[in-house]
């Protein structure tokens, strides 16, 4: 009896919310509610030879793949969700879109040879004001449904770069060209699944690239959230 009422009490003193519109979920949702769920378009991205994230870092840099998880549309659901994980503190955002992301793509190649998930680093004081990188709550949400690891100690950040948001693509590649670094606890080969929230231009992810892919072992592929103009 008590097993049986003992999480029906629990559900009553704390109900599961809807982490997008904190609706109260019925037992079938996990995590979001089907409202939300059904706003949150899949680009199917992961799918597809050529797609719109492909055609950013074209000629660039040599990629596996690259792909975004949701489709962003201006005053959308997930742009409001992209501004909440930003600036209103609420990380748990990025994490559950990685897990519900991470569960369509951990059978797809190239997404299932990765071995592991790196996220866009921030500079250690950013991350300190802010209390979390948003870039790691997406890479830990992938990480645990695709059932592999994320680290944050192979790539680091060394400069404290100014905001991206007023410059230029040319720009904001010079801005964050040389603000990053590989540690000596990288290993010589690995397949990785570079991560991070947002893509607009490309240069933050670009310059990662670039020292990652300067070991001739590594294989680099992309995913973010949402890919915005
Ligand atoms: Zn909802």
């Not at 660039?60 to 201006?74: D, G, Y």
């Not at 709550?137 to 400069?159: C, D, H, Q, V």
Request: charged letters at 20%.
């Amino acid at each position: 009896m008590f097993q049986k009422v003992y999480p029906l009490l629990l559900q009553l003193f704390y109900p599961k919310l809807c982490f997008a519109c904190q609706v109260h979920l019925t037992k079938k949702e996990q995590s979001i509610c089907a409202t939300c769920r059904y706003q949150l378009v899949p680009t199917n991205f992961h799918n597809k030879a050529k797609n719109p994230v492909l055609d950013r870092f074209w000629g660039r840099v040599n990629l596996e793949h690259a792909t975004t998880a949701f489709v962003f549309t201006k005053k959308g659901l997930l742009q409001q969700l992209i501004h909440q994980l930003k600036y209103d503190n609420q990380p748990q955002i990025a994490y559950e879109l990685g897990k519900i992301y991470g569960k369509v793509i951990r059978h797809v190649p190239p997404y299932k040879h990765v071995d592991t998930i790196i996220p866009v680093p921030l500079h250690p004081k950013k991350q300190h004001i802010r209390g979390y990188n948003q870039a790691e709550k997406f890479a830990e949400g992938l990480a645990e449904s695709m059932n592999i690891n994320y680290n944050t100690e192979w790539l680091i950040r060394t400069e404290n770069t100014s905001t991206q948001t007023q410059k230029s693509r040319l720009e904001r590649f010079k801005n964050v060209q040389s603000a990053f670094e590989l540690t000596t606890t990288a290993p010589a080969t690995a397949n990785i699944l570079l991560v991070d929230d947002v893509i607009t231009t490309g240069a933050t992810l670009e310059a990662c690239c670039g020292v990652l892919l300067a070991l001739k072992n590594y294989k680099v592929s992309i995913a973010a959230i949402a890919l915005t103009s």
